[in-house]
């Protein structure tokens, strides 16, 4: 059993629920509805804590599996309303609905501090509104620009004061309301499309990423990937064994994806592709014989380094020492504008359980265990970057995040 918990909107409780984990997505979906009062049941989209929808798979198992935590009787799931189908607070000011968004990336980074796509994409949106707002007022400026009307005023009689005061009110008021009306319209428009855009972004990531595969990959070659749980850099391996005949190493990540390392090499071996499992311990020995080495990344920060699975910093020293190239795989929307300050906080320390047994009851009381889950790795490891718009290197990153967000809006607090 599966324990599902959906976090709502304001002024509708949160759901609970336990089913079973070979419940179809859509099921599921159906249930947790039946749940909420029916105008947000019509007009909402339950999805991940990331953002994906959960119909993206097809059963609770294939989510659980795709997150590395298939041992995990727990999904966290968020109620999502898209602004074009609600009155929405949308329909008040620009500085408002900034507020609003704000106010719901600092709920999203405090319930998961070390999980830093959600905030990534509310940093888009605010960059789009607050860009719409900047093109606005140069407009309205232009538009405001004082008419020398001294010849025309010849032909006219003079207007009392009082008079020529309460004109200029009325129509002051009427201009006020007027632009008040059409700004929020342009700025509902230009939010609403610049969501979706952002929608078929991350959708197409997959895509885009493959389409570099040939230019990337040689024939008989042998790749490393210590990142089998990344669907990203699956799907780049599975796009290029179309074009091309390589050789993938891939290591256990003991013991935290074992079970995701036997799945990503069944996918590659129907693919056709000479796949090969190798201890952690074993990659400097091999390194030697590898031509490149593929991670994938969780988050991708303003400095050129990123968070991705543990044990690949390990791998990737051993590539600086070969001279052997690292390409991370990562779309865009995964680059943060954030600094790792800090590098011990991103590091999240899983259940010492799996390597050392609780019932070893003597040797427990002997040592101490650390599990990690995640790792940082330096920009110094990194050769490229591989995105959905290109190839980088870890030392333009800072452009990327500049050309996609705004300063305020780097920290929610």
């Known amino acids: 059993m599966v324990h599902v918990y959906l976090e709502t909107i304001e002024g509708v409780n949160n759901v609970h629920l336990n089913v079973d984990d070979s419940l179809s997505t859509r099921v599921l979906v159906e249930l947790l509805r039946e749940h909420l009062p029916d105008k947000v049941a019509d007009r909402s989209i339950i999805a991940l804590v990331g953002g994906i929808p959960v119909t993206h798979y097809q059963t609770l198992r294939e989510l659980l599996d795709s997150g590395g935590n298939s041992g995990s009787p727990f999904v966290a799931l968020q109620l999502r309303i898209p602004i074009c189908k609600g009155e929405g607070k949308l329909q008040g000011r620009a500085d408002e609905f900034i507020a609003l968004i704000r106010r719901i990336g600092q709920r999203i980074v405090k319930a998961q501090p070390r999980e830093f796509t959600a905030g990534n994409i509310l940093r888009r949106v605010l960059a789009i509104v607050r860009e719409e707002i900047s093109d606005s007022t140069a407009s309205a400026s232009a538009n405001s620009a004082p008419v020398n009307t001294a010849m025309f005023r010849l032909l006219v009689a003079p207007l009392d004061k009082e008079e020529e005061e309460q004109r200029k009110k009325e129509r002051s008021a009427i201009d006020a309301e007027n632009d008040g009306n059409s700004h929020k319209d342009v700025l509902r428009s230009v939010v609403i499309q610049g969501i979706r855009e952002l929608i078929d972004e991350i959708d197409s990531v997959h895509e885009n990423i493959a389409q570099m595969t040939v230019d990337l990959i040689h024939d008989n070659e042998v790749l490393l990937t210590p990142t089998p749980g990344s669907e990203t850099v699956l799907n780049f391996l599975l796009k290029a064994s179309l074009k091309r005949k390589f050789t993938v190493l891939i290591t256990e990540n003991y013991p935290n994806d074992i079970e995701l390392c036997h799945r990503f090499a069944k996918k ?134 500049l050309d996609n967000y705004r300063t305020e809006d780097v920290e929610f607090s």
């Open 268 to 401: 590659l071996a129907e693919a056709e592709i000479e796949t090969v499992i190798i201890p952690d311990s074993t990659v400097f020995a091999v390194m030697s014989r590898v031509g490149k080495v593929l991670i994938g990344a969780r988050a991708v920060f303003a400095n050129g380094g990123c968070v991705t699975a543990a044990g690949v910093a390990t791998a990737c020293e051993c590539a600086k020492e070969h001279r052997t190239p690292v390409f991370t795989v990562a779309g865009l929307y995964k680059f943060s504008p954030s600094y790792p300050f800090d590098r011990n906080s991103l590091i999240e320390v899983g259940n010492s359980g799996k390597v050392l047994p609780y019932a070893d009851s003597d040797l427990v009381g002997k040592c101490e265990v650390t599990t990690p889950i995640f790792d940082y790795v330096p920009p110094e490891y990194i050769d490229i970057y591989i995105t959905n718009i290109g190839g980088f290197s870890p030392n333009f990153v800072y452009r990327i995040v």
